[in-house]
């Protein structure tokens, strides 16, 4: 006996049954029974069928919203440092520079040439988050040693400000992959630079809590919303600010967060405690003691 699984619309499919006593199959009472089960399957089969067409047409409104941003995004970051990159190049090559003009246009066009490959680090590594291949090497790591790479890393952006480095002497070592929470470190603090006005402060200091190494990276620019604190980290959200604010990609803290975590550790946006600027704030665990490691 076979019974249509039907809908609203057009039956969806049938429900084959075969009976062991082929009596079974003329009684009415059976038929009634049969009918009702077919009835409720219908009913689940079509919910589960809109949830999934629900479903299919929220991602490709996700999808078509990622690759909008993505565009926006790809088309300001590579195309502006490509321009500078290519102008200073292009008034080397005709000559008739002094030296020291010259000079300044290639340190320029090697600025926003490293500012690319950065820009380009982060898409790779936001395309590895989004495939789950992002996997962290933690090790030992000296923190020092990473704020170090960092300021040199962004030697230029940083020259206009006034840097502050605040590491407590005795700070333990942190279990940490050194290449990805070094990348989420530089993205911290160009994210200072591109906000924070010139000669103002950026401050990076290191304490410890009970879950472990709380890294703060502060600038005196104009902050993050309350409101906004929790999303600064989604991929291509962006901070809403005044008239005249540089047009970020949303693309850093979202790696930041992705890369913190895989660390085991957790990111985040506070009150600064100056009360003025941007705080953002990672926790990052602790490397085990020698003891630790014995007890092992």
Known sequence: MFLPLAT???PIGAIGVRFLDPARGRDPETRRLLAAVEDQVA???ERIKIESD???ARLASETETLRAALLNSVSHDLRTPLVT??????AVEQGGLPPEGERLLIRGALTEAERLDRYVANLLSM??????????RQVPTDLAELFARAQSDLAVPLSVFHVVVD???DLPAVMID???IGQSLVNLMENATK????????RLSATTLDQGVAVLVEDQGPGIPEPERARVFDLFHRAVQGDGQPAGTGVGLAIVKGMVEANDGKVEAIEPPSGTGAAIRMILPYAPTIAEIADE
Do not use: C, M
């Open 167 to 169: 590491l407590p002497r």
């Open 178 to 180: 050194p290449v990805l």
């Open 43 to 45: 009913v689940a089969v």
């Open 195 to 202: 906000y924070a006005p010139e000669g103002s402060t950026i």
């Open 8 to 10: 609203q619309g057009a």
């Open 85 to 90: 990159v290519i102008g200073s190049l292009s």
């Open 127 to 136: 395309t590895r988050l989004g495939h789950g291949a992002l996997t962290a």
């Open 54 to 56: 629900l479903e299919r």
